[in-house]
Nanobody, 122 residues
Framework: VQLQAFGGGLVQAGGSLRLSCAAS????????TGWFRQAPGKEREFVAA????????YYADSAKGRFTISRDNAKNTASLQMNSLDPEHTALYYC????????????????WGHGTLVTVSS
């Protein structure tokens, strides 16, 4: 399955963005899906993930209460709603899929798409 993240952009602090991840060429519902981000000069880190069915979600501590991950298997998409953004959220955001349930580690994810840039201005 190939993935493409989109929906990034420039937003002021306190604002919101909704990222989307479009899957093609495979059975999206066979995979758990995760969002990661990589800020300038930093390592890529886990943000949020959702199980194959969409019934279970889990978040990095930094995302809890602000971000919501969801998926629509009928449309082969996953989304990340991000609210109350601040400049620390500025990063390239990536979606990827995993065959491992409840994984937050980069190594267990595959089929990384190109990231979408989120820039939060102060």
């Amino acid at each position: 399955v190939q993935l493409q993240a989109f929906g990034g952009g420039l937003v002021q602090a306190g604002g919101s963005l909704r990222l989307s991840c479009a899957a093609s060429g495979g059975t999206f519902s066979n995979y758990h899906t995760g969002w990661f981000r990589q800020a300038p000069g930093k390592e890529r880190e886990f943000v949020a993930a959702i199980s194959k069915s969409g019934g279970t979600t889990y978040y990095a501590d930094s995302a809890k209460g602000r971000f919501t991950i969801s998926r629509d298997n009928a449309k082969n998409t996953a989304s990340l709603q991000m609210n109350s953004l601040d400049p620390e959220h500025t990063a390239l955001y990536y979606c990827a899929v995993s065959r491992i349930y409840y994984s937050t580690t980069i190594g267990s994810y595959e089929n990384w798409g190109h990231g979408t840039l989120v820039t939060v201005s102060s």
